[in-house]
Each structure stands twice: as C-alpha cells, then as structure tokens.
C-alpha cells in the first residue's frame, strides 16, 4: 500500500511530521492498526538497524529515526490496545544503579519498540530490586541492563543475583550493553547475551525469544 510505503520511508528519514500525518489519514480510512504496525513501523525500524550495520546510519540518524517511529506508534497505540494486539515480548531495561547515563538506555528502549516490543522503561540509577519487581509484577520476558561506567558494570552481576535469589532467573532473558562492557563479561556474570549497539541489541532479542 502506498501510504505504508510513505510512513515507511519517512520514519527511515526521521520525518516525524509525515509519519503523523500518514498514520492519522491511514487510520481514518479504517486500516487496520496492527496492519500499519508490521507493514509500515516494524519493517522501518529494520532497515533503519541495517543502515546503521552498514555504517551508512550512525547513532544521530537513529536517534531521529527511532523518535518519527515513537511518533506514529503513540497514534496506533489506544487502537493496538483495543485489539488486544499481542508484543513480541515484555523488556525491562534501565541503566544500572549509581549509573546516570540514558542515551544508549533510551536508544536501545526505542529501537526494541519499534521492533514490536513492549517496554518497561526503569530509568536510570536502578537499583537489582526494581528488575525482580518488574518481573515478578509484569510478566517481563528480558531484563536489559545498561552500564557506561566500570564502577557501576558490576551492579549487573548483582542484578543477576537478586534475580536468582528470588527464583526468578529461569523465568527471564538478561541482556547487558554499555561502553566498557564485553562478551567476556557476559559470560562471567551469567547474563544470557550482550550487545555493543541498539541495532544488535534488537537482533539478540529477537533471537533469545524466539521472535521473527
């Protein structure tokens, strides 16, 4: 359809007013909102993350991009609820507790909503009790940890322990990302993935729920 091929090409541009305008036309001629979801937002958001694999995006461009998206999901919102229409997944992400840096959080949190996921956005400086609640409380199905200091990386590893303590680890996904984090580091505090960017960060998501 035409007017998914305009939001399309206008969220990838990050043309946030033409993506209102089409999403609202879209909608007043009865087109069904899970619709303009997966043929016009979704698919967006995707090649947005492949322009950044290609490094023909970088992380302003995204930034833009992913806000046109969070623009015209606001609109289809109210009409998805109504529909009972299912997330991908649940994803709890905040930067670490006594960490204060929310770009790359945001970032991340924005791209994984664009890819169909819901988000439980905990901020910034959360402490591991506010992972156990959201998943206890929520039904979150991945807890993404975010650490831009090396002082504060290691308050994933607590989260993770909290998360076992409370019987709960087996029932959640953890991800972590952040400039000094590793591979290496995943592995050693037991999380189940890292990422390095917003745009690997949905990809691995995807893969540890499953989700096409």
Do not use: C, W
């Amino acid at each position: 359809m035409e007017t998914f091929e305009t939001i399309r090409k206008a969220i990838v541009e990050g043309q946030a007013k033409v993506v209102e305008e089409h999403v609202k036309i879209a909608l007043e001629n009865n087109t069904d909102a899970g619709t303009i979801l997966h043929e016009a937002l979704i698919p967006a958001m995707a090649e947005v993350g492949q322009l950044y694999e290609e490094g023909e995006y970088f992380v302003p461009e995204m930034l833009i991009a992913a806000r046109a998206m969070k623009t015209g999901l606001a609109l289809l919102k109210p009409y998805l609820v109504d529909a009972n229409i299912q997330s991908a997944g649940k994803v709890a992400i905040a930067t670490v507790q006594g960490d204060l840096h929310d770009i790359g959080k945001n970032l991340v949190s924005l791209m994984l909503e664009g890819a169909g996921f819901e988000i439980v956005d905990l901020g910034v400086n959360a402490e591991p009790e506010k992972f156990v609640d959201a998943v206890r409380d929520q039904g979150v199905n991945v807890v993404a940890m975010s650490a831009l200091l090396t002082t504060t990386m290691t308050r994933m590893k607590d989260t993770v322990n909290a998360l076992q303590q409370a019987g709960l680890r087996d029932n959640v996904k953890v991800i972590i990302g952040g400039a000094p984090i590793t591979q290496a580091f995943a592995d050693e505090i037991g999380a189940d993935g890292y990422a390095p960017d917003a745009s690997q960060a949905v990809t691995l998501t995807k893969n540890l729920l499953a989700v096409s």
